[in-house]
């Protein structure tokens, strides 16, 4: 008995893609040959792939294989339904002459030819043939002729070329999808192989390039959704504001992620695209602006995490070190990270807090302020958009 061998993909990507992408990471590859050697890679290594990518471009496509069997059979279904109308015109034909129920009537009847299987049809054909040839002078009333049943004779002869050319086909088709499959995974055993390289190559070196080693397809997930399904979204997706980075975790299988950032919830634009799970602003982000993230495999992207809105208080300190300097005269404090502004108040020791006089606000440092004599309370707190810090209190003397 013979073996049933099945041949799969061993990837996700179109054929058009594998190629292209294929031929895309040769030329990195080209670019990056002195990293590359280290793994062993020549460029006759590259050369060798580019070859095997040649020769699986040009096999033909599954597609051109199906087309051309379908008009085969197209064709070959043609010339059945043209000797089933003379199969049908004879019949006819030969019940007028020979009787219905008579033996010479019935064998030139084949029966019910549309359920016949196409060996059995051809069967059929040349014995209606056989018999109308033997009994052509009695047909001969009822119009038949010679090249009537030559034109018969000449139609079952090419249906049955078209039944081998149909079983041709089939044949054609199947060993060709099987060699298109082989060669394929032979391109892509070669590419994940190269991929993996590259990756090691330029992790943690350089992002751009090590995206040109990371494989997915391009109908794998845009923006608004994910392709590859067995790829769950990484998880905890967050900012850290004292170290101004955006984290999330890892995802199994992932070879890179990406964050998107936008400050509307509706336009996306990509803030990070590598293979770690953090990535550092530099600068803090602003209030209210949205955040999401997917993981990337072989099979495609994963969909996004849900949208994560950064909404927060910054934190303000008190200003410290308020210092009275009567040689100014006025007085001095420290900055404050996040500060905007600084307001200054003071009353005197005889006044209650709801007494206080405002004596400056701004963004400087130090007040000029004249001194009297007396007993006083200054205090200074730091402003921006977000709000206020606690007040820090003063209190000084100033002698006759």
Known sequence: ?????????????????????????AIAMRRDIDNFESYGV???????F??????????????????????????RDAIRNNIANILRSLSARGKAVFGEKSARGRAISPGTITKMTESEFLIASNQVYSVAEKYLEELASEGVTEEYLENLRELTENFESAINNVSNMKMEKDNGTENKILKGNQVYALLTKYCEYGKLIW???????????????????????????????????RYDYAELAVRWNSVANATSYQVEISDNNVDWTVLYDGPDTEYFTNTMLSEHTYLR???????????????????YTLVLNGPTN?????????????????????????????????DYIQLYFGNATQLYHSDQVGTYYVRIRAWNNEGTSPWMLLAYIINP
């Open 1 to 25: 008995m013979a073996e049933n061998i099945s041949f799969t993909r061993n990837y996700h990507l179109s054929d058009g893609e594998l190629i292209l992408f294929s031929n895309t990471v």
């Open 42 to 48: 020549t460029i006759s290594s590259i050369e060798n």
């Open 50 to 75: 580019e070859e095997l990518i040649n020769e699986f471009q040009f096999l033909p496509d599954d597609e051109i294989l199906r087309e051309e069997l379908s008009l085969a059979i197209e064709q």
């Open 203 to 237: 992790y943690n070196v350089s992002s751009s390039k090590y995206n040109d080693y990371v494989i997915y397809s391009s109908g794998s997930g845009g923006s608004g959704g994910g392709g590859n399904p067995q790829l769950p979204a990484p998880s905890n997706l």
């Open 293 to 311: 993230a997917r993981a990337r495999s072989s099979g495609g992207f994963s969909s996004f995490t849900s949208v994560v809105n950064i909404i």
């Open 322 to 354: 308020l210092t009275h300097v009567p040689a100014l005269p006025g007085f001095t404090w420290n900055s404050v990270i996040n500060a905007t502004a600084y307001q200054v108040e003071l009353r005197d020791s005889n006044a209650t807090d709801d």
